[in-house]
């Protein structure tokens, strides 16, 4: 099934078209992020038959040129934000696999890992001013969705908001729920650093036949 079959009943819900209202509103008043064709870009990149891997941000990037549409990724020419950074320094650590010179994520997209916030729009300038609007009523039901699909799955929950998801998590199919505090480096160091998600992920999709994600993030423009 699609994402638009799964989630139509969220698409149809009264609480949806007050979200629309307002997420258009603020677009017509002033600069929000991600643009609107990429708002939707990870359900868009990671089919739901397709998903092997849930990573849980927060919100977009809320200046220029960062925010792309999945979750800790950002358009290419655009410096590495520092979770990003530290994400990759993990994936090192656990892997051995270099930074790439980009934070464009869309790679892993593709290959089945579902980069999504929790919030999928903000203002300019102006973190977290659209968590009131609806959103995660919305992505909760994502979760929720991805949660009943039948493949193996493996949920990273990184830091204390996406950890409150866990509750929407309780499936019959292979399910793998690895935690850890935030890659920012305000908690990076509490146990993001040595979490090893990224090897443990592949093992686990390995163990129930399923493939491993190339986790490399290529240099080529």
Known sequence: MDWNTLLSTEFSAPYYGE????????????????PAER??????????????????GQDPYHEPGQAM???????????????????YQEL???LGIAPASHGDLTSWAKQGVLLLNTVLSVE??????????????FTDA????????????VFLLWGAQAQKKEVLLCS???????KAPHP??????????GCKHFSQANAFLKAHGEREICWKVENKD
């Not at 708002?39 to 849980?56: G, S």
């Not at 019959?172 to 690895?178: F, G, H, N, S, T």
């Not at 920012?184 to 650093?193: D, E, K, N, T």
């Open 92 to 94: 090192e650590s656990d």
């Open 69 to 87: 549409g999945l979750a800790f990724s950002v358009e290419k020419g655009t410096a590495l934000p520092p979770s990003l950074r530290n994400i």
């Open 172 to 178: 019959k199919a292979p399910r793998l729920i690895l």
């Open 39 to 56: 708002e939707f870009f990870a359900l868009d990149a990671t089919p739901a038959e397709q998903v092997r891997v849930l990573i849980l």
């Open 184 to 193: 920012s480096p305000l908690s990076a160091y509490r146990g993001f650093f």
């Open 124 to 137: 300019r300038g102006n973190a977290n001013s659209h968590a009131d609007y609806g959103w995660q009523q």
């Open 19 to 34: 979200l629309r209202k307002r997420v258009d509103a603020a677009r017509a008043a002033g600069e929000v992020y991600p």
């Open 142 to 153: 994502v979760i929720s969705a991805t949660n009943e699909l039948p493949q193996p799955i």
